[in-house]
């Protein structure tokens, strides 16, 4: 599959991909650990998508352990790494486990003594061109709090001092954006360097800790992060992961605002409409005077959402904004948008009804923090 090289991430190349967890055992935790392994791998080996994987052990320090694992592409990984089945699974490694390290690549080349090294054989299903951007990976999170308290979860959310943003001297935290719509909240950041490192280092800061203690009692889901295993299921849970950044093929326009929009899919339907409006963002990044400069699909489940930026208001395009540009494009959204759920139904062909999803879609901006502000 033929990716723009304007693609600085994505989830839908088709490309193998390679996860490598780092792990740091307590003293004395190797047995427990090697039983827990055992116990897992028996259960990953059916997972649809997995090709294989390697537990391997350091030659010089007993407690330094890693796990290697292939998959078919990432689309398999990311749903088995998100799903309440797989929280399980590895709920016993934890306890032999101090500190861990996930990384995840995509296979662009391979040598097999076995087989030619021929253009054909390089490519096939591998990502077949190195990705190019600034360096900065885009994460998300999403969780609902109860009906009636949004507008002070809004308010905690919005009204707290900035951490500081630089941890190192090459990672920092670039941005953070926060972002409601009805009880649901989306907070997605932008980090240059050691994502890891930065979302451990956010997470200590003391004006973190104190608006996350602060919105526990609104949270639908119940959590203690004091807790590490509480704290590892509420994030898993939350995890809404980036399935494509492209950025238009045109100098950074200045004054970009940034949204977010909603979008709820049609029942298992969340993927294909994420990867509708990933290949529609892909497209209009050739539109050297388009609306969006740059896009960012996430997704988990049924939940989808898309974070832009644009050189001027909406509503002066409304299917640039949606991502429906194009014959046919709005039918083949309302086939898989779940309209009732967000509040819009009929025929997205008439233009006053983009305009209606438009307003409904477009998630209140509670703060849009860069590190130049913090």
Not at 252 to 257: D, I, Y
Request: glycine share 6%; charged share 25%.
């Amino acid at each position: 599959m033929t990716m723009s090289a304007r693609i600085a991430q994505s989830a839908f190349d088709g490309s193998k991909l390679r996860v490598i967890l780092l792990l740091d055992l307590y003293e004395g935790a190797q047995e427990q650990f090697l039983d827990a392994y055992e116990h897992m791998r028996n259960k990953v080996a059916s997972v649809p998508g997995h090709i294989s994987d390697q537990l391997c052990q350091s030659i010089e320090n007993p407690s330094q352990w890693l796990i290697t694992s292939e998959w078919e592409s990432a689309l398999p990984f990311l749903a088995w790494v998100n799903s309440e089945e797989h929280i399980e699974i590895v709920r016993p490694m934890h306890s032999c486990v101090r500190d861990t390290r996930s990384m995840r690549y995509s296979v662009l080349r391979e040598t097999h003594p076995e087989r030619p090294i021929t253009p054909e054989a390089a490519e096939a299903g591998l990502q077949t061109a190195a990705r190019v951007g600034p360096g900065v990976t885009r994460h998300a999170l999403t969780f609902t709090v109860k009906p009636g308290s949004e507008s002070k979860v809004a308010e905690i959310l919005a009204n707290y001092d900035a951490p500081e943003t630089r941890i190192d001297g090459i990672t920092r935290l670039h941005r953070t954006s926060l972002f409601m719509h009805g009880n649901r909240v989306v907070r997605a950041v932008e980090v240059e360097g050691d994502l890891l490192a930065t979302l451990c280092h956010v997470a200590s800061q003391p004006e973190v800790q104190a608006v996350e203690e602060a919105i526990n009692p609104h949270l639908e889901q119940d959590r203690d992060l004091s807790d590490s295993d509480s704290a590892r299921v509420f994030f898993t849970r939350a995890a809404l992961p980036a399935m494509q950044h492209v950025v238009a093929g045109r100098p950074e326009p200045a004054g970009l605002r940034r949204h977010m929009l909603y979008y709820p899919a049609v029942a298992d339907h969340g993927l294909e409409l994420a990867r509708f409006l990933a290949h529609q963002d892909e497209a209009a990044a050739n539109d050297l005077d388009g609306l969006v400069y740059a896009s960012t699909v996430f997704q988990r489940d049924d939940v989808v959402v898309r974070m832009i930026d644009v050189t001027g208001e909406l509503d002066l395009d409304p299917a640039a904004a949606l991502g429906v540009k194009g014959p046919g494009k709005a039918a083949e959204l309302e086939r898989l948008l779940d309209g009732a759920a967000i509040g819009v139904e009929g025929s997205l062909d008439a233009e006053r009804t983009l305009h209606r999803l438009l307003a409904h879609a477009d998630m209140m901006t509670v703060t849009d923090r860069t590190s130049a502000q913090s």
